[in-house]
């Protein structure tokens, strides 16, 4: 627990802008081929689900651990090999179709918080993988006319810019 508290620490020293807010996002994989159809599950390796969230935002639903809340963004689908080329565009439209970007999921903090680390563009050897997306609040400005506090204004501007960033590149 306590080298969980220093890295925290260090995150905030390092991606903290001069208002002392944080400035990272984290990009969560989380390998949901169990939950897909046979039809599509026999034809694939691994289908991941690719979620965003800010780590300094914690949640209490109606449990007693914290969550965080986990936006997703979409899935991805690694095929069998011997799959045609039709095979692989009609899955992939199947996924993305199914992906609006409005799903949002309430894990616990320590379930993610202990996954593996991994880095843009590797996939978890395990069920999860996280890895930190750095440099998104740069151009954040606060509304000074928002009923939102600053870390709320934050939080939406890092989940917008990372769903943009990540439309744009293959994470």
């Known amino acids: 627990m ?3 508290g220093y890295v925290r620490e260090h995150k905030r020293e390092r991606y903290t802008d001069r208002k002392g807010l944080i400035m990272n996002v984290h990009i969560v994989k989380i390998d949901e081929t169990s939950l897909w159809s046979s039809d599509i599950t026999k034809k694939a390796k691994r289908i991941y689900g ?3 969230f800010n780590p300094e935002k914690r949640v209490h639903s109606s ?3 914290p969550s965080y809340e986990l936006y997703e963004l979409s899935s991805q689908f690694f095929p069998k090999e011997g799959i045609t080329e039709e095979e692989n565009e009609r899955f992939q439209d199947i996924l993305d179709s199914s992906n609006l970007g409005s799903g949002v999921i309430y894990p ?3 379930i993610i ?3 593996e680390k991994i880095k843009e563009g590797e996939l978890p050897n395990g069920k999860i993988g996280v890895y930190i997306l750095e440099g998104l609040g740069e151009g954040f400005e606060k509304d000074p006319d928002s009923d939102k506090s600053d870390f709320e204004q934050l939080n939406d501007y890092l989940i917008e810019e990372s769903i943009e960033y ?3 590149n293959f994470v």
């Open 63 to 65: 449990y007693v651990n």
């Open 166 to 168: 990540c439309n744009m």
């Open 108 to 110: 616990y903090c320590h």
């Open 2 to 4: 306590e080298r969980l």
């Open 113 to 115: 918080d202990n996954a």
């Open 50 to 52: 690719v979620y965003v």
